[in-house]
């Protein structure tokens, strides 16, 4: 089957220009002007709309266990979501269990996918033990495709490896070219500050973002890129929230020191004060690192424009208000970690950054879409629109309205962080290797046809 998309604006990372662009199958065939609608089986106007890759969000939490429950949306209801909200590739996280197999982990989450997910997806590895055959475990999913593992600074006792650990994994990674993501907190810190906070009866979810200083964030990030130094390996930090984190990461690329970050709308666009919201909702924003001061927003957007930041992902870990975050009614420490956000991240950085002026058009595909694609081993099989890459695209309308609403969104959550948020420029339709999987507002898409993506190590943050 082929589709002839005509006088549609393309849209690129580092160029923007007029053309068609005709799909055969799953892959682009062409994208040039003039292209004869001829032998096409679909032509599709795109007049007036821009034609960019799909997003590609790298950062989320599908059907995870966390704290006694597990993330509200699974791979369908998530992916579906994603799709509405133009993005067409996700890499998630699988989990190593303490004293387990990765490959237990890798098993475990494609069968979480399978016959669920709608867009193509990764996984990354969450390490928690290196302990026996842990090196070698590494080595073998690199080889299955995961070229990226995740390891937590963070979490004590829980998800958190300690320094050895970390350095361990980053000697491996310098020599099987995966890259190591690191969730950058001073956990052991942060511990001895919660603790006293509980012993003074601080238990509401304002005293999850006063527990958790910028410098604790800061701190974690300047040894993770030490460590990465001394391995020789690349690093990359997941959701970085603050000014005093970005200024090490800055530090480091000045250096020239292959150091990578991604922030996520909610540290772009929300601040402490959410936490303070009454009646128990500002745990409706619990979620690691915390919401900072409104000072660290515009700082954000700044390393975004001038990429001491890379990429904008979700980390999209969404529990319900009612029945999950209640969990920690009477204790911040037990309020499960993570907010929803896999449906509105092209729609708030488009809207907050390219119409607010903060960011180029090409600047917004790189950083939702090609960077992305690029450092976790998919380019040019994603994130550009080119012959020979997956026809995986946008046609995004930049005058459609849309208000960010918990009524109309597709996440399966009984809440939207971004509730009432009022955007110009939306998805009118989304393709997924060639398939329209999402037609102005229409879900036609099918649970299962996402596919597992192999994704190459030695990715775009090694070059
Ligand atoms: O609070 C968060 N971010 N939950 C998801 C797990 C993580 O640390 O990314
Ligand atoms: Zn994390
Ligand atoms: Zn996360």
Redesign the pocket.
Known sequence: MSTLIRNGTVVNAHSTFAADVLIEGERIKEVRQGIPSNPADHVVDATGLLVMPGGIDAHTHLDMPFGGTTSSDDFETGTRAAAFGGTTTIVDFAIQGRGTRMRDALDTWWKKAEGRAVIDYGLHMIVTDLGGAGLEDMDEMVDEGVASF?L?M?YPNVLMVDDATIFRALGQTAKNGALICM?AENGGVIDVIVQRALAEGKTAPIYHALTRPTTAEAEAVHRAIAMSEIAGAPVYI??LSSEDALNEVREARDRGVPAFAETCPQYLLLSIEELERPDFEGAKYVF?PPLREKKNLGKLWDGLKHDHLQVVST?HCPFCFEDQKILGKDDFTKIPNGGPGIENRLQLIYHHGVNEGKLSLNRFVELVSAAPARIFGMYPRKGVIAAGSDADLVLWDPSADHVISAKTHHMRVDYSMFEGFRVKGNVRTVMSRGEVIVDRGQFLGKAGRGQYLKRQARGGAWS
């Open positions: 995740k937590f963070a969730h997941v959701h690691t980390d």
